[in-house]
C-alpha cells in the first residue's frame, strides 16, 4: 500500500469527488493535508461573488483529511502570504508518505513544502495554468517570471497536466516529456448527467418563476458576475437575437450585477437568478439549450462550467479564452468566439441549424475523455 499525502489549499467542490474515488484504490493509502486552516470549512465570503458561500454537497467525506494551523494575518486563497503552516513539515513527515502530490505552488507553505522534500520523496504536482494571458515580446518582467518559474518547477518530479494549454505551459518551463502525465480536468460527471426524479418538477417551477416556455431556445450564463466572466456577452447576444422566443439568463452575483440590470432593463427577455448552490445546478442546465461562457481573462485556465453543462447534455458557447476550450470542444458540441472578431452571422447560422439529436449521440465522447476514472487510472500506474 501507497501512501499518497496531497498539499490542497481548502476543500473544492470539483476536487472532493476525486479524493474520495481515490481512497477507495485499495493499493493507495491517501492523506489531504488542508493548508487554509479550519477556517476554510462551512461558509466563506467570496468577494467575487460579493456573498457568503457554504457548497450543500460534502467536500470532506469519503477521504482522510487534515485541517493544518495557519498563522498568516491575512489567511486566504488570494494571495502567496495567505497560507503559512509553520508545522507543516513536521505534520507531512510525521505521517510518513511515499509519494507527496502538491495541488498548486503559490502559497508560502506549498512553495517551503515543494522545495524541502524535493529529493526527499517523489514530488508530484497539479496545477492548470497556461500561457494565454502572457503578455506578447520580450520584456524583462516577463523573462524574470520565466526563470523564476523554471526554478520552481525543478522541483517537481510529475505533473498532471489538465489539457493542451497547461502541456505547453510546464514544457515552457523544463518540464520533459516523461515528466508530463495527461490527466484532463474532470467533474463529478454523475451529479450532472444523472436524472433524478425531483428534477422535472423544480425544471416546472423554474420556468414559470422566469416565465420561460419549453419551446424557448434559453442562453445560460452562470457564475461569478465579474469582468473576467465577461457576462455583458449576454446582452450582445440579445441584441442579434431579436426574437421573442429567444431567453437570456443570467445566474450568479458579483460586482456588474446592478450594471447588467440596468443596461438590461428595457428587455424582458433578459432574466436574473440569484447565485444556485451545486444541487440545483443540473437543473439549470437542463432549462438552457446552450451554455455561454465568454470569458476574457486573465485567469480563466480552463472553465469548469464548460464540463458541467456538457454533462448535463447541453451544448456550449465560449470564448477562445477559455483554457479547456480547446480539448473540449468540436464542431457537434460547440461554438467557439473569438472575443476580438465576433463573427455573429455565422453565430447565427450555428444556432439554427444545431442538431441536438447528433450532439447528444456524440457527446459520449467527452465522458470517456473527462472522467476522475481516467486520472485515477494514471495515478495507479504513476504509483507502481
Not at 506578447?136 to 523573462?143: A, V, Y
Request: aromatic share 16%; proline share 5%.
Amino acid at each position: 500500500m501507497k501512501k499518497i499525502a496531497i498539499i490542497s489549499s481548502h476543500p473544492i467542490q470539483y476536487n472532493a469527488p476525486f479524493y474520495a474515488l481515490l481512497s477507495k484504490v485499495p493499493e493507495i493509502d491517501l492523506m489531504v493535508f488542508y493548508t487554509w486552516g479550519e477556517a476554510a470549512k462551512g461558509q466563506k465570503l467570496d468577494p467575487d461573488f460579493g456573498k457568503v458561500i457554504e457548497w450543500d454537497i460534502p467536500l470532506l467525506e469519503g477521504y482522510n483529511f487534515t485541517f493544518l494551523k495557519n498563522t498568516s494575518d491575512n489567511p486566504g486563497s488570494h494571495h502567496f502570504k495567505g497560507i503559512i503552516n509553520p508545522s507543516i513539515i513536521y505534520d507531512i513527515e510525521a505521517w510518513s508518505p511515499d509519494v507527496l502530490w502538491i495541488w498548486g505552488w503559490a502559497f508560502d507553505s506549498h512553495l517551503k513544502a515543494l522545495r524541502y522534500f524535493k529529493g526527499k520523496l517523489p514530488i508530484w504536482f497539479r496545477g492548470d495554468s497556461n500561457l494565454q494571458d502572457e503578455p506578447k515580446g520580450f520584456s524583462f518582467k516577463k523573462l524574470a517570471r520565466r526563470v523564476f518559474l523554471k526554478w520552481v518547477y525543478k522541483n517537481v518530479d510529475t505533473a498532471f497536466y489538465v489539457g493542451t494549454l497547461n502541456k505547453n505551459y510546464f514544457q515552457s518551463h523544463n518540464l520533459k516529456p516523461n515528466q508530463l502525465v495527461s490527466a484532463p480536468h474532470a467533474i463529478d460527471n454523475k451529479h450532472f448527467s444523472v436524472e433524478k426524479d425531483e428534477y422535472p418538477q423544480l425544471l416546472n417551477e423554474l420556468r414559470i418563476k422566469l416565465d420561460i416556455k419549453e419551446i424557448d431556445t434559453v442562453f445560460l450564463f452562470a457564475g461569478k458576475l465579474e469582468p473576467k466572466k465577461n457576462p455583458f456577452f449576454l446582452l450582445e447576444l440579445a441584441k442579434h437575437f431579436k426574437e421573442e422566443n429567444f431567453k437570456f439568463l443570467i445566474v450568479g452575483n458579483g460586482q456588474l450585477e446592478k450594471a447588467l440590470q440596468l443596461a438590461s432593463a428595457s428587455d424582458n427577455r433578459i432574466k436574473f437568478l440569484d447565485f444556485q448552490n451545486q444541487s440545483m445546478m443540473p437543473v439549470l442546465y437542463r432549462l438552457a439549450s446552450f451554455f455561454v461562457l465568454p470569458s476574457t481573462g486573465p485567469g480563466e485556465t480552463w472553465g469548469l462550467a464548460l464540463n458541467e453543462a456538457l454533462a448535463s447534455g447541453r451544448p456550449f458557447i465560449a470564448s477562445t479564452k477559455c483554457g479547456g476550450a480547446i480539448d473540449l470542444y468540436n464542431s457537434l458540441n460547440g461554438y467557439l468566439v473569438n472575443l476580438q472578431h465576433i463573427d455573429f452571422k455565422d453565430l447565427d447560422a450555428w444556432i439554427r441549424k444545431f442538431n441536438i439529436d447528433e450532439f447528444q449521440k456524440q457527446n459520449y465522447s467527452f465522458f470517456e475523455c473527462f472522467n476522475y476514472n481516467n486520472f485515477i487510472k494514471q495515478v495507479i500506474i504513476n504509483i507502481n
